[in-house]
């Protein structure tokens, strides 16, 4: 999408492990582009259901949720935080437990209306880099730049074992791998908003390529 003002959007979806937020993050700050991390928004819905203690198997009260719930995402000092109902849940939306529970939120296709609606008014309003899984084909299927990022499932699996360790999380590599799997199966098969490349994206296999290698890949092609 580019309007008349040179307002443009750079849409990166993939799989998790792929290196997308790393990059997206990167690629917004060289180009002074907004950023957003729209899985923070679905894990934002889903931490409130938690905490509510919602039914998360029906979807018309996870629907009137996303209605009545409101997600925001502000870059303070360079860091991205997550405002939920004007309370900064940044720190309490990465948990195993929560990140296990999203799929039962982005599977309900009410929630992803009420989601997409809030991601194309963000967008509407300056150029931005948005990431995640369906942005390419239903947030912005008109976006100017388009890239789908993707890695062998062993080695997105061995990011996220790196990525936990450093966090002091002991979870073995086997575990991590059958849940990337999991995860894949859910996020690519989904009836609304799967997982997938949009014929038009660039793709860009991010299993040899360090994570400057993939930046210079996608700024190349902006400019
Ligand atoms: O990118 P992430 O791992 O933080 O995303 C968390 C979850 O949200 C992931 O399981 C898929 C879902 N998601 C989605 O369904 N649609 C998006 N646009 C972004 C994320």
Redesign the pocket.
């Given at each position: 999408m580019q309007n008349k003002s040179g307002h443009f959007i750079v849409a990166i979806d993939g799989p998790?492990g792929s290196g997308?937020?790393t990059v997206s993050k990167l690629v917004a700050e060289k180009l002074g582009l907004l950023y957003i991390?729209?899985?923070?928004m679905?894990?934002a819905l889903t931490l409130k259901a938690m905490r509510q203690k919602l039914n998360l198997g029906d979807g018309d009260e996870l629907t009137e949720l996303a209605r009545s719930t409101k997600i925001d995402l502000q870059s303070i000092s360079g860091k991205l935080k997550v405002i939920m109902d004007e309370e900064d849940v940044t720190a309490f939306i990465r948990t195993p437990e929560l990140?296990n529970n999203?799929?039962h939120i982005?599977c309900v296709p009410g929630v992803r209306h009420e989601m997409v609606m809030l991601q194309r008014d963000i967008g509407k309003r300056s150029s931005a880099v948005l990431?995640?899984?369906?942005?390419g084909t239903v947030?912005f299927p008109d976006a100017k730049f388009k890239f789908y990022l993707d890695a062998d499932v062993e080695e997105r699996a061995k990011r996220r074992h790196i990525e936990l360790t450093a966090a002091n999380q002991k979870i073995n590599y086997k575990d991590i791998k059958d849940d990337v799997v999991k995860?894949d199966a859910?996020?690519m098969n989904r009836n609304v908003?799967a997982l997938k490349k949009a014929t038009d994206a660039i793709l860009i296999d991010t299993t040899h390529l360090s994570i400057n290698g993939v930046v210079e890949k996608l700024l190349k092609n902006i400019k």
């Open positions: 998790a997308k937020s991390d729209t899985g923070a679905y894990r990140t999203v799929k982005a990431e995640g899984r369906d942005i947030v995860r859910s996020d908003g």
